[in-house]
């Protein structure tokens, strides 16, 4: 952390700074110039609220050299997170692919999903029984039925279910999910991150719709500082201009995730478009750049689905694209 | 809302098209081009989900004429709402100032400041307990202890108070606020806003950093569709390329708002610009173009204050504001 | 400008790189911490080009901390530079506006607005002779026809004359006019910029649709680099996620620009929204948070204008918000 | 195009805007309903200025359904074109790499990076003659007699060579290049585009920071408007709220811009993410993902490049990407 300190600051204020500091636990290191004088804080400052600084009278500017979090970063722990999801691992090398509705419906349509996506290759079952829209009259999910029913496709198909929790008053009702997954609009709802922080289950965290990386990273610091790790990281499209599409797909994030973090990173092709022609280019280049997991939107009857029926892919266009990425994989990049 | 049929529909998949939409209670009125075959859908649609449509075969595209929300639309409510915050007025003409610190931080201070933004003419008492902060090694607030704080500066000022709610679950807690305010990365948590609609109580809604109106508009929608019409909606900056201010002031929502709702429109330049020196001008603008309400952070000592002191004003700095803005408030426009 | 250096750094690199700064002049500050080595560079390093710092082996990240322009500084230059338009001075305490058509489209349409801005108040003749269109198959403007039109309606009126430049080569044709506007389309047209330096015509310079105010500033310092000071800093609204207007008014800019430049700052609320409508409450607020100048667009009959008829005030529209520019003045901010 | 017509419109009003219509070539379709009325525009109006239409008195809002866009769009031109660089063809199931340095530097730096490029299966050199840079005091290339080096190392390589025009003036020394580049704050540079409409020369179109797809596909409209239809658009990345990275790179605009338009699409990753170690992954992405062919800034020495030096590749890491891409192409997507 760098502070630069204001021109007329005089030597008592300084060393009022300094003492301040030094009560922090930080190590100031002083180089006056003629002009401007800076203070370099070396050691661990990501516990320091940089604002805190900021607001005093002698500082013209604070500037952070490194990153505000510390348990999610890879500098002090460099290995990669696996995250299991109850036998099935994310991170580490391993690639797996989470597939299914966006909705649970009932129960054939997700049965019929679970088995064929499990048939072309998913490892994992996505399924939304709590859906967050932007509508109060759009259909709402199926709540705590659409959880009963994934569980019944689980024990049917064997793969470990991934779902959406949006209150933190329906927790119990995820006591037997494998991944609860916490969408974009609440990856800053900072209550429910902590309260996700005591639990030990696997998190599928996904980015916000305008947030930066750091930001999503002091999400995922959240939920590790209250002690749970399992926390995979989900690019699933960011807003900007264009209009042509829902949302654009960040694949910058990957390397870069990767680089700042050890947790696994996984790509959501599906929101990241909005658009089920898109979803198979986009799964393929988020494979070749080294994406550890896909999730993908899946549906038996995309016309008549419930919700993101233009996003989801048919039963045959996941085979296709399952076939695609699995040709891919032993190409993608290996950025660590 | 249009719908473009695909060139290549025949008949028999426009007549089940048409049929779809008379089975949503949808009046449909066929225009057949040599090129191109349009659907008309006159009527209220507020509560079709476009996107089913958007998804079914034989739809190009779709397009809403009207908007997606009924209850706060002006449309079919064309007065102004007023929302009576504990007999202070919000709407329809009057102008009021709420201001205090970011967060409680002890009695003494909050008193101190409270008693100084009544002089200096505000009409409500702001004070965060619970501090949605980005790093969880950050101050997160005094909490329930906070609201007991802010109860006893109310009791003794006479000011209604002003705090923000992050979980669904501490609700209890602000039997006795007088105005709820929901936060920026709060504004589509919509099990929170499903909550609050049950209430009766004034919600102050702020806007997303990167929502569309219409998005806040929705969110307002779900609070009204609850049967609480208690809303104030909040304008406090959104995120844009420029990095020398914490957020970009977007006062075209002022207009824009009066327009599109009956709902009172809250102008927060504390948080839009993120510098006490911004916030005199901005303050001075937002009450030009005929805001109903602002709301601005109010320090005793800033450079120490445990949270945002570089956006708070001192309390001098508060009162001459106060003196500005209370001269220009008569040249106020009126956009209704 | 500080530099952070490399973990792995060596003695030798590092006196590589402390060498290489005085070979540009630079002095360098040396901070050896344990875990991390900084260099503080003091003095004026504007010239200095950061990317070339950024990109030698041992650096590890470099940060600005003075501005990277120099001329156009508030901190080199704190008087209020004054730009004479033909007599009519912008800045430093004088408030003027200018109007008319987007686009001039004949003499009679043109005169017959010249005539009633200024009975209106208007100090300046705005109007279009080259116009920038998304479209090729739009309107282009009148072209070299449209300069002698304007000619004529300053003749009568008095009124000098802002006209955009959107070609080089058309610089001749631009010698009688006064006032050359770069749109936001060409504010990093750095050839145009150059070109413009070398001229001691007032050059009105727009802010791009998704440009920082530091970009801004370099490309008024690209034409004060060329011995050229008559600029006159316009904000005309940013690009952001809000479809329901063309732009987003960026107000925040007064208070910055007045503090990082001396320039003066124009604003232009018409293009900022879009919308007839919005313009009023727009210029308003532009004029109490203390713009030096509004430009607007006014047309004698806009719905059969031949470009931006939706954003263009009828005369009488554009009289009565004069009328209200003018009881507010007096209340503006003075920022400096 | 669809015109929704305000409530209030008489029978009269009605007519003279349907007169209007059928006076522009537009044949009208009206749906009268009770609460809206509707006037459906069938057949081509791309040639339409759709703002002239929103300006008149009885229209509530206009909508287009069909591009505003018709020579570079695939509709009008299934094939897909190939842009054809002096022998090295660019779409139509072709792949190309372009690399070489940001700015020619001097005839020793492009000859050896020429060969090296050429050796590791580049196809087409570029290298920067004019340089846009953000500030006024950055290096701004060496101008034609960098053209004069670039056309020497073409005579020695055999490779075709890109780069960039800043000025119309400067037409003339680009009369030897091979492809002419104009760069992302020129793309709507109407009178350049205008102006390359006149040449038959490749034109290599770069997206702005941020535009969408279509005002990307306005301005190559531009340029076959004047009869060149010899133009290939490049993803350069765009600018987004991530202050990691320079830029951040779309390629959602792969898929989409070959549904689009029939004009090949390159990708570029060194500007799209402005570090080094990201161009890899980033490169196999875009060759993942079907791009007609990718742009690569390479150095020799990058630590002392004069521009970009952060984001260019060794002549060494250039070679390793090459042959990750290679392997990857044939299993890129086939999005048409």
Same mark, same amino acid.
């Given at each position: ?152 496709? *689980?024990?049917?198909?064997? $793969?470990?279910? &991934? ?6 008053? @329906? =927790? !119990?009702?995820?006591? /037997? ?68 599409? *829902?949302?654009?797909?960040? $694949?910058?994030? &990957? ?6 973090? @050890? =947790? !696994?990173?996984?790509? /959501? ?68």
């Amino acid at each position: 952390m760098i502070i630069i300190v204001k021109n007329h600051a005089d030597k008592g204020q300084l060393d009022t700074l300094l003492q301040w500091l030094k009560g922090q636990g930080i190590q100031p290191n002083l180089s006056v110039g003629t002009q401007q004088t800076i203070v370099g804080c070396i050691g661990d400052v990501s516990h320091v609220d940089i604002d805190l600084i900021r607001a005093l009278d002698v500082v013209e500017s604070v500037q952070r050299i490194q990153e505000p979090y510390k348990n999610v970063n890879r500098k002090f722990h460099p290995a990669d997170t696996v995250v299991d999801c109850s036998g099935v691992k994310v991170g580490g090398g391993a690639f797996q692919v989470m597939a299914g509705p966006c909705a649970v419906e009932d129960e054939e349509q997700l049965l019929t999903i679970a088995r064929a996506v499990k048939a072309a290759g998913a490892t994992m079952l996505r399924g939304g029984a709590f859906k967050p829209r932007t509508s109060p009259y759009s259909f709402q999910g199926l709540g705590a039925e659409g959880i009963k029913l994934l569980l019944k496709a *689980r024990q049917e198909t064997g $793969l470990p279910i &991934v779902t959406e929790i949006m209150n933190v008053q @329906h =927790l !119990p009702l995820f006591e /037997d999910v494998d991944v609860i997954q916490v969408g974009a609009r609440n990856m800053q709802n900072f209550e429910l991150l902590k309260e996700l922080g005591h639990s030990r289950k696997p998190i599928l965290l996904k980015r916000g719709l305008a947030n930066t990386l750091q930001e999503l990273l002091m999400s995922a610091e959240y939920i590790m500082a209250g002690g749970n790790s399992n926390i995979m990281l989900c690019e699933r499209g960011i807003r900007t201009f264009e209009t042509s599409t *829902r949302n654009t797909l960040d $694949l910058n994030v &990957v390397p870069l995730l990767h680089r700042l973090s @050890h =947790l !696994p990173v996984v790509i /959501d092709p599906s929101h990241a478009t909005g658009h089920a022609w898109l979803v198979p280019p986009c799964a393929a280049a988020a494979t070749a750049i080294g994406a550890d997991a896909l999730i993908i939107e899946v549906h038996n009857d995309p016309p008549h689905a419930m919700s993101d029926g233009v996003q989801s892919l048919t039963l045959a266009q996941f085979a296709t694209t399952m076939a695609h990425v699995r040709q891919l994989r032993p190409l993608a990049c290996h950025d660590r």
